[in-house]
């Protein structure tokens, strides 16, 4: 995948990720203390959808612009479409993907964080730039991995980390990732982490769920949307969010926005998902499943009695 994600803005990996990260920071505010919002790959924080880099792959049109205002879902991706289709510079129709890192700043209150970090200097620069002039919002040219030592734990003691790079070595960065969070864990215990991970083959992702599951995280939550069968290295086959430190609800309050997107952002097959608890606090951790909820769920087929 190509580190800048201008090629990717607004696809339907952007549209599940940023989906749980709503539902994550809404989850932040149900508390009037201030919270931290840590970003290890920020990125440039804002896609013109218009741009020679969204042109070229046109992944958007298989995201974000399937979700047409007049389309009925749950109040979650409404509200989430809303904040997209109501941003600034889509006054006149989507022309504009925001990131992460401008989602969030949009929701951040009095006393809020956010600190951002990016290591490539085109990117961080148009970082700066975006939010020149904003003092809630802190942005790090240096590598998001190594800065979590120096951010964590944030002075708020409250707040969310967000691990999303680009994988440009998919299994190089799973293993970059595991021990980051392990040493996030030791110095913030408390901290909700959510790493979004894409997915080629099913058999590259299971290490790296089982790896987290066995974490010192109280409880680990799995989300993921395929758009085809994760059996090919070839193409992006689905994603996934998995969130250390999950508010204990979160997975009620994904269930149906999941269950919409499904349908939603089906392409040449009906689109699966997969919504589960990896570690339970106080539980033994399940085995990660391979199957979707989806099929999961599907009541049992029952014995054709022959005559």
């Given at each position: ?39 290890t790959h920020a990125g440039s924080g ?34 989430w479409r809303a904040s997209i289709l ?201 085995a990660p499943s391979p199957l979707p ?15």
């Amino acid at each position: 995948m190509n580190y800048r994600h201008a090629y990717h803005a607004g696809n339907f990996a952007d549209v599940l990720k940023h989906t749980v990260l709503l539902a994550l920071i809404e989850a932040l505010q149900t508390k009037p203390t201030p919270f931290c919002y840590v970003d290890t790959h920020a990125g440039s924080g804002n896609y013109p959808l218009d741009g020679f880099e969204a042109k070229k792959t046109g992944e958007h049109k298989d995201g974000i612009s399937r979700l047409h205002p007049a389309e009925k879902v749950p109040a979650l991706l409404q509200r989430w479409r809303a904040s997209i289709l109501g941003g600034e510079g889509n006054e006149q129709g989507l022309k504009h993907y925001p990131g992460s890192p401008l989602q969030v700043a949009r929701l951040l209150r009095p006393g809020d964080s956010a600190q951002l970090c990016e290591l490539h200097t085109e990117e961080a620069s148009k970082l700066r730039d975006l939010f020149r002039g904003n003092p809630q919002v802190h942005v790090h040219q240096r590598d998001g991995y190594e800065a979590l030592k120096a951010l964590l734990p944030p002075k708020e003691k409250r707040g969310l980390v967000l691990i999303d790079p680009p994988y440009e070595a998919q299994e190089a960065e799973f293993k970059l990732i595991e021990k980051a969070l392990k040493e996030a864990l030791q110095r913030w215990p408390s901290g909700v982490y959510a790493v979004w991970y894409p997915i080629k083959l099913r058999s590259q992702v299971q290490p790296f769920l089982r790896g987290l599951q066995r974490s010192d995280a109280k409880r680990v939550l799995r989300v993921e949307l395929l758009v085809h069968p994760d059996d090919s290295p070839l193409r992006l086959n689905g994603s996934g969010m998995v969130i250390l430190n999950a508010p204990w609800n979160l997975d009620d309050v994904l269930r149906e926005p999941l269950r919409a997107l499904a349908s939603l952002l089906s392409q040449d097959r009906p689109a699966e998902w997969k919504l589960d608890w990896l570690r339970q606090e106080g539980a033994e951790p399940a085995a990660p499943s391979p199957l979707p909820a989806s099929r999961l769920l599907r009541p049992a087929t029952p014995p054709v009695r022959r005559r």
